[in-house]
């Protein structure tokens, strides 16, 4: 199985605790980025692995949902084939 590899650039959740004065709090999303292999892709979202394995399998999935992608390109890569 070939998989296309990504680049994307996403505005992520962020949580906080602790008591804090509203002036304290940033409000601004952090901006992250993923690369990893793109496992499926819907309207809605991308599914993205660290690993793949060469029976269909991957692991370490991450799903980021479109509206909260910047920015996203495919990458260059040389794949060679599993032993």
């Known amino acids: 199985m070939s998989y296309n590899l990504i680049e994307i650039h996403w505005e992520d959740a ?4 602790g008591w804090e004065e509203e002036s304290e709090i940033d409000y ?3 901006i ?4 990893g292999f793109l496992i499926k892709e819907t309207d809605k ?4 692995a660290s690993t793949v394995g060469g029976d269909k399998t991957s692991n370490s999935r991450i ?3 479109k509206g909260m992608v910047r920015f996203s390109k495919m990458l260059k890569f ?3 084939k599993l032993k």
């Open 45 to 48: 979202a991308y599914v993205v």
């Open 28 to 30: 601004e999303p952090p």
């Open 78 to 80: 040389r794949q060679t």
């Open 32 to 35: 992250v980025i993923t690369v």
């Open 14 to 17: 962020a949580t906080t605790h």
């Open 63 to 65: 799903i980021i949902p």
